[in-house]
């Protein structure tokens, strides 16, 4: 839609003006058609300001030369971005071809194999329990502190199954915590009874 407003001059009690429709069509930017003219009555001080519509005219301009500015872009009505939309259709990406199930199995056998060593150590070196707390209270923590451990690496093998990443944060979070507080509290008991035992 285009527009253009014109000011009414006045010569003592009579307004008029003069509509030189020719020297219009820059401002038209040549768009041939129908024209509504309106008329607008107002000021800062009146109180029954009005808009009337006078009529309208067909006005027929020549072509636009090519380097005639052209009209503005309609303004956008805000509601319209509620209504339906195009559909959009989405091709998925032809997922990547994965590697040979041997290849696979050599890997997870490279993991595994730190593991493998550190348990076959364990046996042949025998495992320390001289240290372990006699006492029901440390010894209760001691085994909540392993069993947090065996937890965390269990919550590991969880995510590399079936579990996403926040899930996995949230509950390492909780175990964290948990290690941190009775980590704290087994080892507060040995440092305590190695005091003693220096002090014998």
């Not at 129908?34 to 607008?40: F, H, P, Q, R, S």
Request: glycine share 8%; net charge positive; charged share 20%.
């Amino acid at each position: 839609m285009i527009e253009h407003i014109f000011l009414v001059g006045n010569s003592g009690k009579k307004f008029e003006i003069i509509l030189d429709f020719l020297g219009l069509v820059e401002k038209l930017f040549y768009l041939s058609g129908k024209y509504d003219i309106e008329l607008t009555v107002g000021d800062t001080v009146m109180e029954n300001s009005f808009l009337r519509l006078l009529g309208h005219v067909e006005l027929d301009f020549p072509e636009a030369p090519e380097k005639a500015a052209r009209p503005p872009t309609p303004p956008v009505d805000p509601y319209s971005r509620y209504g339906p939309k195009a559909e959009i259709n989405h091709i998925f990406r032809v997922p990547e071809k994965r590697p040979a199930q041997e290849l696979f199995l050599a890997f997870l056998g490279l993991i595994l194999l730190p593991f493998i060593g550190f348990l076959v150590g364990l046996l042949r070196l025998g495992v320390n329990l001289k240290n372990f707390p006699s006492s029901t209270v440390p010894a209760t923590f001691a085994i909540l502190f392993h069993g947090g451990i065996a937890a965390v690496l269990l919550l590991y093998v969880l995510f590399w199954l079936k579990l996403d990443l926040f899930t996995t944060l949230k509950a390492l979070g909780f175990l964290g915590a948990f290690l941190l507080f009775v980590g704290h509290r087994i080892l507060s008991h040995l440092a305590h009874t190695s005091a003693k035992l220096k002090s014998a």
